[in-house]
């Protein structure tokens, strides 16, 4: 057992159940990953490693600075330090039903570290259903802060179950100030005819560490619709593993990145066609800056018996500084024959030519560039329905690219 999964594990309670604690000796054993792993190739947690094995007693006891809705009609939980704040037995919306509990559906998710880790550490958790045949009008926004005030960080486990025919929309937020570690392991399970809108924002601290682990099932002619922004944290990876079970399924997966100073936005999908007549689409854009790096890995797997299959997987990058990197790794495994599937990677710098256009025309240079940024990664946007979200995301990652709101090179 290596160092950093000692300190992590310190706190394992003693009371806990049987999947937490096989989680907890699946970690035990393996540790942190490394860039050995294929999965991991390009994301090294080397400094998540010096983070935990220097960190001492937290310091910071200041109150939590609590951000304004994204959505201002939504039904709001904070979830502080891995743990959720205040009541949440309010009434809810007929065939909505959310409970406080650690627990994930069983077998969902496989055994992977940072999952393993979540299980195992999270103190916390929520459980999210809609009925059969419920549409919830209300979206309901989950906010994540941290403050950096738990030397072993803050683990968390989110359950969203949706019957069949049910309708929900989420918005998951992750802020913070300070030093921390998170983790968040989901499991998600969608029923015949289900739709679930799901928005994360992954704005944490500069100073933080952000590891999430997704498992998505869909049922027959079932919809998942995610969006990403990726703006915060000193290194990141969303990890979304998503299994089309029905036919008629769906799965888009969309996300938007900026990274400026020295972070590591990584972003790694699978998606498994298990069986025909499903759908996948999967668009991620970034724009990088100064010293930061990217990572995209997107997987679709179609299974031998998965006729009529559609896949469709695109990354896109910008690269603002020479020293900015992007490592994108795309791939298809098909096992069927009549399916339409493609790929793609695209990475450079800005159109000269463009900028001297817009400069010609009385633009100066930094508004000039500005523009194009902005043109270069609104249309992700137009995937989410709502107007108001839909402009509060432009506006962050917008802000986010502007020199001082990042920690510089």
Not at 212 to 218: F, K, L, Q, R, Y
Not at 353 to 372: C, E, P, Q, S, W
């Amino acid at each position: 057992m290596n160092t950093s999964a000692d300190t992590l594990l310190q706190t394992f309670p003693a009371d806990a159940d049987a999947e937490r604690v096989a989680a907890r000796d699946r970690f035990r054993l393996l540790g942190l990953p490394t860039p050995k792993q294929e999965a991991w190739k390009f994301t090294n947690l080397r400094p998540l490693e010096q983070f935990i094995a220097a960190a001492g007693k937290p310091a910071n006891d200041a109150a939590p600075d609590i951000p304004a809705p994204l959505i201002d009609d939504s039904r709001r939980i904070l979830i502080i330090d891995g743990r959720v704040d205040g009541d949440i037995s309010v009434a809810d919306p007929a065939g909505l039903s959310i409970e406080q509990g650690s627990h994930l559906m069983p077998e969902m998710g496989g055994k992977r570290a940072v999952r393993d880790l979540a299980i195992a550490m999270s103190e916390d958790g929520l459980r999210i259903t809609v009925a059969a045949d419920a549409t919830v009008g209300q979206a309901l926004e989950l906010v994540f802060v941290g403050t950096g005030h738990r030397a072993g960080g803050h683990h968390f486990t989110l359950e969203l179950s949706l019957a069949a025919n049910a309708d929900l929309t989420v918005v998951e937020r992750h802020c913070g100030t300070q030093a921390y570690a998170a983790t968040i392991a989901s499991a998600i399970r969608l029923g015949d005819g289900a739709r679930l809108r799901h928005v994360k924002v992954q704005d944490e601290s500069q100073e933080a560490f952000h590891l999430a682990d997704s498992a998505v099932e869909i049922g027959r002619d079932g919809t998942y619709e995610r969006f990403i922004l990726s703006v915060g944290a000193r290194l990141a990876r969303d990890e979304v593993h998503t299994s089309l079970n029905g036919q008629g399924s769906s799965v888009r997966l969309l996300g938007a990145y900026a990274g400026r100073g020295q972070q590591h936005l990584d972003h790694t999908t699978h998606i498994d066609h298990a069986v025909p007549n499903t759908t996948s689409h999967e668009v991620y854009k970034g724009v990088l800056d100064d010293r930061s790096r990217g990572v995209f890995q997107g997987g679709i797997k179609v299974m031998k018996d998965a006729q009529k299959t559609a896949g469709h997987q695109l990354n896109k990058a910008l690269l603002l500084s020479p020293r900015a990197e992007i490592d994108s790794k795309p791939a298809l495994e098909i096992y069927a024959d009549d399916v339409v599937c493609s790929h793609g990677a695209t990475a450079g710098e800005i159109d000269e030519d463009a900028l001297f256009y817009l400069r010609a025309r009385g633009i100066d240079a930094v508004t000039a560039k500005n523009l194009m940024v902005q043109a270069f990664l609104d249309e992700i946007f137009d995937g989410i329905a709502d107007e108001t979200l839909r402009d509060r995301l432009k506006d962050r990652v917008h802000a986010a690219l502007q020199p001082g709101d990042n920690q510089d090179a």
